[in-house]
């Protein structure tokens, strides 16, 4: 690791992005059960979605299942980058990692504002400090003042 890194807030990514794979994978493995906590969360109510109907129901657990398949997919690549690039200390691994949180935090906050879901911004803000304290750290360590 460089050493201008600091193995904290290197570790503490690590840690972070394998708790978003071990959630990506519930949303795979265990759709019923965080489908009940997003329903408490947004609807009030852990059952709300039964109401919908079976099919709809069964496209929310698609949906849950695909989202989870992404994200997973793409903290891989985070991982990748943790291990490779931003370990060395090398500014590509943290402009990667910030620049596709910062894509993604910004769509998918917009579009659920956009279709009446703040609430999901409010778990999008949750995830994202995850990430921005510790690349906020670090960001000297990777962008040295000219």
């Not at 849950?64 to 903290?75: N, P």
């Not at 910062?102 to 279709?115: E, K, P, T």
Request: some cysteine; glycine content about 10%; hydrophobic content about 60%.
């Amino acid at each position: 690791m460089s050493a201008s890194v600091h193995p904290f807030w290197w570790r503490w990514l690590l840690v972070f992005t394998f708790a978003v794979i071990l959630f990506g994978l519930c949303l795979l493995f265990l759709p019923d059960v965080l489908q009940s906590v997003f329903n408490s969360i947004v609807y009030g109510d852990a059952q709300a979605t039964q109401a919908f109907g079976a099919e709809a129901v069964r496209y929310i657990t698609f949906a849950f299942g695909i989202s989870g398949a992404v994200m997973v997919g793409w903290m891989v690549l985070v991982l990748y980058m943790l291990y490779g690039s931003f370990r060395r200390g090398e500014a590509v691994g943290w402009n990667s990692i910030a620049l596709s949180i910062g894509v993604w935090y910004v769509l998918d906050s917009a579009f659920s504002g956009l279709i009446g879901y703040p609430v999901n911004i409010l778990l999008n803000t949750g995830f994202v400090i995850g990430f921005v304290i510790p690349l906020a750290a670090t960001y000297r360590a990777f962008h040295p003042a000219r």
